[in-house]
């Protein structure tokens, strides 16, 4: 049953060269590869559907603008959540931003190949791996209880706060806003490192060059010339790290975000909540409305994702053509 | 000097003591100051790691304060690696169920995340169009981007109801309970998939057009070509792909805490609740255990598990790639 190959067609790759059972297998292969590549598009399709079918009778206005609360389900909002993840937000980019950036620029404007640079390197290639989780485990002994210096039996025990420039700082930090904010700049730090060191490398040697010959310092050329022109990708890879941020919990649950706040933070040392924490938090209660809640909450946490990413679309379409000469 | 020509000597010689050169600006302290202000940004990260692996070792394995033991001084090691019973308020912690929780979920994730990431590589790569291509990628990237509280929620809320239910309980009739390991495995292999297909496709699309079209010109089908020596030639970046997945899968936190629950269970049973690893540090952290007892510091010791086992996979991941990979000029 095997044809030749007629005069008005020359065979193609995926014809099996004419034989039936190679055709079939090819065909069958192919069409497999299709499959699983639609599966991720349908089961995101899916997920999306169906949350915001269970969310139909929450989401709104008063859902926005409603804080949690422990004794009517129906009427818990998720503005603890929204405020609690901003200033969270607010704070990691203070923190992560100026060191993420700053060790992206010496590994590519100042680092040699020496064994320092290769072991920070390297170290940045495993510190992308680490389960979130164990960041969660550095921020709790490191900020919030600070190895136990200031807890009964340590070394400084009865030290409450000091006093910086006029503000009272709390030691140690505890569950506060700063403890998750700290641990969560050290989870996004080899993120904008990364996307930081692409955005410098894709500055052209020639700016470089001709602000050096020009007599500029080294740091005079990367404040005035490099850093201006890769501005935008940094922004972009800063985004993109956020909303990474915005949506880890495991982190915060072992910082001690409360799951139960029902007010909104005020300040970076005062107790908090994250979108998150309230979904993670609704998801496993037991009461119908909670899980209606929770529903809700994600889409308003995708809602801010979405405004997140295209924000860092436009940053990068728009300044994309400037770089071209 | 020079006599010897009638070039007048126009050089400039500094008076006597001195050098034009100032070995010292402001300008100059400046930058070095800005330097090492920079390499102390760079540092920065490797004082992370250097900060994880002391607080994992010192509160589980060896603490130099005597009123402060580690985990492991206070509890035996060989009953907690072979003790099958997880009981963290008998004080029985025999590390199996947990181990074997993480082993169901990951084993699940791999089974779906795996192949259907490496089948879609292979379309992306060899089959789809350009304008098919630019449009899956960005869906399969939005996939990635979702925070895991959600998939947890859609294991709990869907998954579980509406897939696993209807399909084992229903129509086979096994014991579905409400959490369990299969719906965790499978929003966990959903998730790995983009990570999956992003890196193999990288490495598919790595191999050069020569080998293909070599391969068509002895007479392969497409599918030969892309079974049989494309996909082997980036088999490197596909191991390392499987890897840094597998890794992913195993410290995943959220989603398995709420979709398997937290109920410590040695069994091979994949539709009862078990418990992670990972399940177990939340857990433990959010209950209210005394927080320097001896008690709270297995958490410690889990994460330490944990971290092993994940950094281990990793450094496998970069050797496989480093090793192995085919060099084309």
Known sequence: MSSTPSAERAPTPTDGGGSPRAYFTGRAFTELCRIATFFGVAVLAVLLLSVAWQSRHRIGWEFIANHDSILDPGKAGVLGGMMGSMWLMLLT????????????????????????????????????????????????????????????????????????????????????????????????????????????????????????????????????????????????????????????????????????????????????????????????????????????????????????????????????????? | MSQATDIPDRTITPPPGQSFVRRWTLRRAKEHLIQAVLFL???????????????????????FAPDNPAFFQVFSFTEFVTGTEWVYKDDKFGVLPLLCGTILVAGIAALIGLPTGILSAVFLSEYASPRLRSTVKPILEILAGIPTVV?????????????????????????????????????????????????????????????????????????DVSTKVVVPAALSGIIASFLLAVSRAIGETMAVAIAAGLTPNLTADVFEPVQTMTGYIVQ??????DAGSAKYKSLYAVALCLFCATLAMNIVSQWVMRRFREVYE
């Open chain 2, 151 to 223: 998939y947890g929620y859609f294991a709990l809320a869907f998954v579980n109801p509406y897939v696993l239910r209807p399909l084992f309980e229903g129509v086979l009739g096994f014991d579905v309970s409400s959490q369990n390991a299969a719906s965790a495995g499978i929003v966990v292999g959903i998730m790995i998939i983009p990570m999956v297909s992003s890196l193999s496709e990288d490495a598919l699309r790595a191999v050069p057009r020569s080998l293909r079209e070599a391969g068509y010109a002895l007479g392969s089908t497409k599918f």
């Open chain 2, 41 to 63: 940004c760079a540092i920065l990260s490797v004082a992370t790691t250097i900060g994880i692996i002391l607080v994992l070792l010192s509160e589980s394995v060896y603490s």
């Open chain 1, 93 to 325: 980019v203070i923190f992560a931003v100026p060191i993420g950036v700053g060790a992206a620029i010496y590994l590519e404007e100042y680092a040699g190949n020496t064994w320092v640079t290769r072991l920070i390197r390297t170290n940045l290639a495993n510190l992308a791996g680490v389960p979130s989780i164990v960041y969660g485990i550095l921020g709790l002994t490191v900020f919030v209880r600070m190895f136990g210096i200031f807890s009964r039996g340590g070394p400084a025990a009865g030290v409450e706060a000091i006093h910086v420039l006029g503000v009272r700082i709390p030691l140690p930090f505890e569950d506060r806003v700063i403890s998750g904010a700290l641990t969560l700049s050290l989870l996004i730090l080899p993120i904008i490192i990364v996307a930081s060191q692409e955005a410098l490398r894709a500055v052209p040697p020639s700016i470089r060059h001709a602000s050096l010959a020009l007599g500029a310092t080294r740091w005079e050329t990367i404040r005035y010339q490099v850093l201006p022109v890769s501005l935008p990708g940094i922004c972009t890879g800063v985004i993109l790290a956020l909303s990474r941020a915005i949506g880890e919990t495991a982190p915060l649950v072992m910082v001690g975000a409360a799951t139960f706040y029902l007010r909104t933070p005020d300040g970076p040392f005062s107790v908090y909540t994250a979108i998150p924490m309230q979904i993670y938090n609704w998801a496993t209660q037991p009461q119908a409305e909670y899980r209606e809640a929770a529903a809700a909450a994600i889409l308003v946490l995708l809602g801010g994702l979405l405004f997140l990413n295209g924000m860092a679309i436009f940053i990068r379409n728009h300044y994309q053509k400037k770089l071209q000469p």
């Open chain 2, 284 to 289: 433990i952290s959010s209950a209210d255990v």
